[in-house]
């Protein structure tokens, strides 16, 4: 979690949001992205957000695959990750693709579902995520926390402990966390599951 999610967007969409300047050049995005592509973020440089391409994912150490998501509980105890923590940026998603395992009680082998989870009202929302900047190009990843009730449904596989990313729903988190001069402890807040009784999100088997 989280390996693969969408992104639909007009260009008028993030600027309405309040997430990027009125004078920036966005493009339409319609696209499904996954570890180690180039990804749409967005970043504060020279006191003004900019839209950004990154690789989603840090380089692992041993060559495997990208580092994509960053445990927000444990990412300042981190060697690994507490160097890049005051460089964050925002993924705009509209929507994440887990895979539900389900039992089949005739043949008892697990089936794998991937599952579309959405904003109820269709909306792009904002995931937290930092970046670093290194000899082959700048690089990104997912906050993520606890799963929530709906998110852990889906994202149910054994023994894994369910991880949803953490998304921030208002202008004023959104710049709390984009703020260079906040620290990320004092920003570690921020990084919290949706509530279950918030209603936000829907889950459903996912269309090719």
Known sequence: MCNWYRLKARPDELIDLRWLPRDTRVPDISSDFFPGMPVPVIRRHSDARQLDEMTWGFPAFNGGRPINNTRSEKAASSPFWKRHLENR??????????WQHRANLQTGKVQKIPHMISFRDAGIGAVAGIYGVGPGGACCSMMTCRANRLWSTIHNAKPDDPRMPCFLLDPESIATWLDPDRSYERALDLLQPLSDNADLLIAGPKDF
């Open 89 to 98: 940026c925002l993924f705009p998603i509209t929507g994440a693709i887990e």
